[in-house]
């Protein structure tokens, strides 16, 4: 084994500073097991749970707010015009997503956008609670 240097090992401290608050990031955003009751019921089997809020410093938009919307097995949210910009992340399940132009399929880890005006549909195609974590875009 050779042996480490000074520099060698400086690198490696603060690399592995660096590193540490992404493994702490990781970790904190998995998905929290909901009740069949937390949340507000927005269709039947479909709820959405509000998770947090905060300001952004992205000039179009005033705060960004996180909520899940949490689908039972085979539970269906019905086409619905978008109010806001949104980010999508499906963090548990897999759903198909229908928008006017396109259909597609997706898995835990994937992600989708929507944008305000258009319509949006989702069903969880899996056995299992399904999970999409979605970030609102709340203009400015």
Not at 81 to 97: K, L, S, W
Request: charged share 25%.
């Amino acid at each position: 084994m050779k042996t480490m240097n000074r520099r060698s090992a400086i690198a490696l401290g603060v690399t592995a500073a660096a590193i540490t608050p992404l493994f702490t990031l990781v970790a904190s955003a998995k998905v929290k097991k909901y009740g069949p009751k937390e949340g507000k019921e927005i269709a039947p089997g479909v709820r959405m749970v509000e998770v947090s809020t905060g300001n952004s410093d992205i000039p179009a938009y005033k705060s960004i707010a996180i909520v899940d919307v949490v689908f039972q097995p085979g539970a269906h949210a019905p086409a619905t015009m978008m109010v806001n910009d949104m980010v999508c992340t499906i963090t548990a399940g897999t759903f198909t997503i229908k928008k006017a132009d396109k259909e597609f399929k997706l898995k835990e880890g994937d992600m989708y956008t929507c944008a305000k005006g258009k319509t949006d549909e989702s069903t969880n195609t899996s056995k299992e609670v399904g999970v999409h974590r979605i970030a609102v875009l709340i203009p400015a």
